[in-house]
């Protein structure tokens, strides 16, 4: 019986034996299926946009244990919230879905017409169409400034391309938002910085919804690096937020004035780093209580000129430069709309050829910021810095051996790029066309090698900033669809979204999905070493935040040292003895007469290793001098000089030494006075 059964049912058992083995030739089993395409969404939107995307979105890392994927160090997201709600029209996701979200402003339609920063930005008459989905006639494009770009499935697209690093900048401008005729909310800076975080967190659930729950999604809000690190371990995108705005916490100034205070700046780092915030400008487009900027250029410069007068009371105001760095030429372009707002009787001023530089530093204030900014272990962005301020916030951040800033989209001066290398810092590169683009990344290349770090790019998509135009159907290197991913593991054919397809040969980079295609140009036009680089940029920007986490205030061991020194001038109201040097005060100093051969000498009071010595001089300082070093007291030993000393806080590394006895020793003034210094620090780190 048992026998016959079995005989019976032995075709039955063959036939289901064969049909497994075609099934795992032909497909994966039900059960690793959700494993194996975790990456498709089981309930996305529909209608929606195409991905056109095929392949596992790699995970882990490398055979160094180092994480990969491309860097976007400078995206916003949200701004279409920003500057009044109605400056950049579209959404970067909706619950209503794609025709809610990627539709135009109202007073766009019917033609454009009313469409003021449109023409004022792009030119023409602004007449558009402006209808979104499904045609997408007219935006998005590398050259409509005002219409959404950062699409969520569009940077879907990004991610699946093989970017793992986006840092997502909350802007706004309050200003900018007062003088446009369209708004539907508060100008308040900080009321928009707040929504756009929100916003951002909404962003993530609605993604997470998709993929069947809160954390499953692909798009991951981190907060600090090792949480990056393993997200992208993870094969997802990890999202930064940081802050580019003109007057964080309040902090603008009316003539000269400063508008907030100290408690101010603390509340406002604190109120920003518990949102998530862990990058951010001081200081951006206008001079601020914090910093003074970068100058804009033509004729944007001039309308920028104008909004600061409108904002501060004060034009741009202009001295010539100290160092090899400068700011960008304001020019003499005319803005007739923008310079229509200013008081009857009132223009903007002109400017000498050879005063480049902004007269406003970094304030006491805005080193207050920074310093703030340290304790926090945030991520201070150079870019948008007069150079006058950047070069003091170097000197702050080399003093402390801080490593924590980022050049995030091509405002930088170029000549600072290995003072950022040195301390640890990461620099992105403005998402300039693909000749462009990889011109000025071989320029660095050499730097980049020397301290062995990857490259970034800065999208600055919403950010009315311009993207990289088509190289033409006829040229003789374009990008052929579809192209392998820069890793090797994605297919990546012409996106679709609706009725339209997109070509980076002929349409350029018109909206964020088209960043895979625009690395494949550059990849074409560039090399593939450029694009290694900028493969190796998540390792990079991690390896900044997680030493800006790491980092611990060196113990300074010249405070309340034994000191003596050549000479000290002599005052009947106050002393400039030596000990005033290392006593912790800012605000005394030590002071030698006024002859060139001059020096201080400070005793540790026992061998310690020396690697770094920090001068904050006073307005009598050193041209030239030197770091001497002793083991008795006696017998010197120079580890650092410099002929070229321009006073303010200077920072001398150098090779560890063990010595009971550090001299700085003066060879030249800086002026007609002595050497006067406030602090000395002395370091092990």
């Not at 000129?305 to 600061?308: A, L, R, S």
């Not at 002109?350 to 530093?361: I, L, P, V």
């Not at 003789?476 to 192209?483: A, K, L, S």
């Not at 002393?575 to 030698?592: E, F, K, L, M």
């Given at each position: 019986?048992?026998?016959?059964?079995?005989?019976?049912?032995?075709?039955?058992?063959?036939?289901?034996?064969?049909?497994?083995?075609?099934?795992?030739?032909?497909?994966?089993?039900?059960?690793?299926?959700?494993?194996?395409?975790?990456?498709?969404?089981?309930?996305?939107?529909?209608?929606?946009?195409?991905?056109?995307?095929?392949?596992?979105?790699?995970?882990?890392?490398?055979?160094?244990?180092?994480?990969?994927?491309?860097?976007?160090?400078?995206?916003?997201?949200?701004?279409?919230?920003?500057?009044?709600?109605?400056?950049?029209?579209?959404?970067?996701?909706?619950?209503?879905?794609?025709?809610?979200?990627?539709?135009?402003?109202?007073?766009?339609y019917?033609?454009?017409?009313l469409?003021?920063?449109?023409?004022?930005?792009k030119?023409?008459?602004?007449?558009?169409?402006?209808?979104?989905?499904?045609?997408?006639?007219?935006?998005?494009?590398?050259?409509?400034?005002?219409?959404?770009?950062?699409?969520?499935?569009?940077?879907?697209?990004?991610?699946?391309?093989?970017?793992?690093?986006?840092v997502?900048?909350?802007?706004?401008?309050?200003?900018?938002?007062?003088?446009?005729?369209?708004?539907?909310?508060?100008?308040?800076?900080?009321?928009?910085?707040?929504?756009?975080?929100?916003?951002?967190?909404?962003?993530?659930?609605?993604?997470?919804?998709?993929?069947g729950?809160?954390?499953?999604?692909?798009?991951?809000?981190?907060?600090?690096?090792?949480?990056?690190?393993?997200?992208?371990?993870?094969g997802?995108?990890?999202?930064?937020?940081?802050?580019?705005?003109?007057?964080?916490?309040?902090?603008?100034?009316?003539?000269?004035?400063a508008?907030?205070?100290?408690?101010?700046?603390?509340?406002?780092?604190?109120?920003?780093?518990?949102?998530?915030?862990?990058?951010?400008?001081?200081?951006?487009?206008?001079?601020?209580?914090?910093?003074?900027?970068?100058?804009?250029?033509?004729?944007?410069?001039?309308?920028i000129?104008?909004?600061?007068f409108?904002?501060?009371?004060?034009?741009?105001?202009?001295?010539?430069?100290?160092?090899?760095?400068?700011?960008?030429?304001?020019?003499?372009?005319?803005?007739?709309?923008a310079?229509?707002?200013?008081?009857?009787?009132v223009?903007?001023?002109?400017?000498?050829?050879?005063?480049?530089?902004?007269?406003?530093?970094?304030?006491?204030?805005?080193?207050?910021?920074?310093?703030?900014?340290?304790?926090?272990?945030?991520?201070?962005?150079?870019?948008?810095?007069?150079?006058?301020a950047a070069g003091?916030?170097?000197?702050?951040?080399?003093?402390?051996?801080?490593?924590?800033?980022?050049?995030?989209?091509?405002?930088?001066?170029?000549?600072?790029?290995?003072?950022?290398?040195?301390?640890?810092?990461?620099?992105?590169?403005?998402?300039?066309?693909?000749?462009?683009?990889?011109?000025?990344?071989?320029?660095?290349?050499?730097?980049?090698?020397?301290y062995?770090?990857?490259?970034?790019?800065?999208?600055?998509?919403?950010?009315?900033?311009?993207?990289?135009?088509?190289?033409?159907a006829?040229?003789?290197?374009?990008?052929?669809?579809?192209?392998?991913?820069?890793?090797g593991?994605?297919?990546?054919?012409?996106?679709t979204?609706?009725?339209?397809?997109?070509?980076?040969?002929?349409?350029?980079?018109?909206?964020?999905?088209?960043?895979?295609?625009?690395?494949?140009?550059?990849?074409?036009?560039?090399?593939?070493?450029?694009?290694?680089?900028?493969?190796?940029?998540?390792?990079?920007?991690?390896?900044?935040?997680?030493?800006?986490?790491?980092?611990?205030?060196?113990v300074?061991?010249?405070?309340?040292?034994?000191?003596?020194?050549?000479?000290?001038?002599?005052?009947?109201?106050t002393?400039?003895?030596?000990?005033?040097?290392?006593?912790?005060?800012?605000?005394?100093?030590?002071?030698?007469?006024?002859s060139?051969?001059?020096?201080?000498?400070?005793?540790?009071?026992?061998?310690s290793?020396?690697?770094?010595?920090?001068?904050?001089?006073?307005?009598?300082?050193?041209?030239?001098?030197?770091?001497?070093?002793?083991?008795?007291?006696?017998?010197?030993?120079?580890?650092?000089?410099?002929?070229?000393?321009d006073?303010?806080?200077?920072?001398?590394?150098?090779?560890?030494?063990?010595?009971?006895?550090?001299?700085?020793?003066?060879?030249?003034?800086?002026?007609?006075?002595?050497?006067?210094?406030?602090?000395?620090?002395?370091?092990?780190?």
């Open positions: 019986m048992t026998r016959h059964s079995h005989r019976k049912r032995r075709p039955i058992a063959v036939l289901s034996l064969l049909l497994t083995v075609v099934a795992m030739v032909l497909g994966p089993a039900p059960s690793s299926s959700a494993e194996s395409d975790w990456w498709t969404p089981p309930a996305r939107p529909a209608p929606d946009s195409q991905i056109n995307v095929t392949g596992e979105p790699f995970k882990g890392t490398d055979s160094q244990g180092q994480v990969r994927g491309f860097v976007d160090a400078h995206n916003h997201l949200m701004s279409n919230e920003a500057f009044g709600g109605r400056l950049i029209c579209g959404k970067t996701f909706s619950e209503l879905g794609i025709a809610d979200a990627l539709k135009d402003c109202p007073e766009h019917p033609d454009g017409s469409a003021i920063f449109d023409f004022i930005t030119g023409g008459d602004g007449r558009h169409d402006p209808n979104g989905w499904p045609t997408f006639k007219d935006w998005p494009a590398h050259d409509s400034l005002t219409h959404q770009q950062n699409y969520y499935a569009w940077v879907e697209r990004a991610w699946r391309g093989g970017q793992r690093v986006l997502n900048d909350l802007v706004t401008n309050g200003v900018i938002c007062s003088v446009y005729f369209f708004k539907d909310r508060s100008c308040d800076e900080m009321t928009s910085i707040r929504l756009q975080a929100q916003k951002t967190y909404d962003m993530q659930a609605f993604i997470d919804k998709m993929y729950g809160p954390g499953k999604g692909w798009f991951r809000i981190v907060t600090d690096s090792a949480q990056a690190r393993e997200v992208i371990q993870q997802k995108l990890a999202v930064v937020l940081g802050v580019e705005t003109s007057e964080p916490f309040g902090c603008k100034q009316i003539l000269d004035i508008q907030c205070s100290k408690a101010d700046i603390d509340r406002g780092l604190d109120e920003l780093h518990k949102l998530g915030v862990r990058s951010m400008f001081l200081c951006h487009k206008f001079d601020n209580a914090l910093c003074g900027v970068r100058f804009d250029s033509g004729t944007l410069g001039t309308a000129n104008v909004g600061q409108l904002s501060t009371g004060t034009f741009w105001k202009t001295e010539k430069c100290t160092g090899p760095q400068h700011d960008n030429p304001i020019g003499l372009a005319s803005a007739p709309q310079e229509k707002r200013l008081p009857p009787g223009e903007v001023p002109s400017y000498a050829n050879d005063a480049q530089c902004n007269t406003r530093g970094l304030t006491e204030l805005g080193e207050y910021a920074v310093r703030g900014m340290m304790k926090r272990k945030m991520m201070l962005e150079i870019d948008h810095m007069g150079v006058k003091r916030a170097f000197d702050i951040f080399e003093s402390e051996s801080y490593p924590g800033v980022i050049s995030s989209h091509s405002w930088m001066d170029l000549n600072w790029t290995e003072r950022v290398y040195r301390l640890g810092g990461f620099i992105a590169q403005y998402m300039h066309g693909a000749e462009g683009f990889s011109e000025e990344a071989k320029r660095t290349d050499a730097l980049r090698e020397k062995n770090v990857g490259y970034g790019y800065g999208t600055d998509m919403n950010g009315v900033g311009g993207w990289p135009g088509p190289r033409g006829d040229t003789p290197n374009p990008v052929r669809y579809p192209f392998r991913s820069a890793d593991s994605a297919v990546i054919d012409k996106q979204t609706g009725e339209r397809t997109w070509d980076i040969n002929t349409d350029g980079a018109a909206h964020y999905g088209l960043v895979p295609d625009w690395l494949e140009d550059i990849r074409i036009v560039g090399g593939k070493g450029v694009v290694d680089d900028l493969f190796r940029g998540a390792e990079s920007y991690l390896d900044t935040w997680k030493a800006s986490e790491s980092h611990k205030a060196g300074n061991l010249a405070a309340g040292s034994s000191t003596s020194a050549s000479s000290s001038e002599w005052s009947l109201f002393s400039y003895a030596p000990d005033r040097a290392v006593d912790g005060n800012a605000d005394t100093r030590w002071a030698s007469d006024w060139d051969d001059q020096w201080l000498r400070i005793d540790l009071g026992a061998p290793l020396i690697k770094r010595v920090t001068l904050n001089w006073e307005r009598a300082y050193g041209k030239a001098y030197r770091i001497e070093v002793s083991t008795d007291g006696t017998n010197w030993q120079s580890v650092w000089s410099t002929t070229a000393g006073g303010g806080l200077d920072t001398a590394q150098f090779t560890g030494t063990s010595a009971r006895y550090v001299r700085v020793h003066g060879t030249q003034r800086g002026t007609g006075w002595g050497y006067s210094l406030h602090e000395v620090g002395v370091y092990s780190s």
